[in-house]
């Protein structure tokens, strides 16, 4: 099946780990044989195939753009079965704030807002402050940025506050540690940003 598809498909799927393939493979026969609605099969899974299967959907998505392919229907379905694959991987393993992006931007273009919803509430299960903060840094779609902003801003004040001491991630913490003293009128919330306004103001003079 890789084989047919060719293009840059075919090279990175040679250049993945055996590990990584054969985990591709397992999933493609698991959707093939599992009926719609039950429990996603968990796979083993490490930051290395993550970027492995991050950028064989890339390719994935590029090569399903080409005229030749969009002409032959039974290549694009091809392409789309192992594109939802590589999306359901990751939806199931990621903690990674390139491939949230990936996927969200993906749903945006696909006008797929249930399954932004989806992301969502993966982004709120699974993924740390910081990753948070790296998505609202690293993306340029305001959908996104509202999205990641509402996540961070809903975990406890702990998890923000360590971000304030980053210079990558201090403007971001302070914006969410705003809205929860805004917003959802937390006293510590506030106090936090009094004392880190000050501390600003006292590095500046």
């Known amino acids: 099946m890789i084989k047919d598809i060719g293009g840059r498909v075919a090279s990175i799927w040679e ?8 985990m591709l493979v397992r999933a493609l026969q698991t ?11 968990k796979f083993h899974y490490d930051a290395h195939a993550d970027f492995e299967v991050s950028s064989l959907l890339t390719a994935l998505d590029e090569q399903s753009k080409a005229k030749e392919i969009r002409k032959d229907a039974e290549k694009l379905s091809e392409i789309e079965q192992l594109a939802k ?10 903690a990674s704030a390139e491939v949230f992006i990936q996927l969200a931007e993906r749903a945006l273009k696909a006008n797929d807002y249930n399954h932004l919803d989806a992301l969502a509430d993966r982004l709120a299960e699974r993924f740390s402050a910081g990753e948070i ?6 993306t340029e779609l305001p959908q996104i940025r509202a999205i990641a902003y509402e996540t961070l801003a809903m975990m406890p004040i702990s998890s923000i506050t360590p971000l304030l001491d980053d210079p990558l991630y201090s403007g ?16 510590e919330a506030r106090d936090i940003l009094d004392q880190f306004d000050a501390e600003n103001d006292a590095s500046s003079e």
């Open 85 to 94: 694959t590589c999306v359901s991987v990751l939806e199931n393993q990621s």
């Open 133 to 138: 903060a790296e998505i609202i840094r690293q």
């Open 15 to 22: 250049g993945l780990r055996p590990v990584t393939k054969k």
């Open 172 to 187: 971001i913490a302070a914006s969410s540690l705003e809205q929860k003293a805004f917003e959802f009128d937390s006293d």
């Open 31 to 41: 959707s093939s044989s599992t009926p719609p609605n039950s429990p996603a099969h």
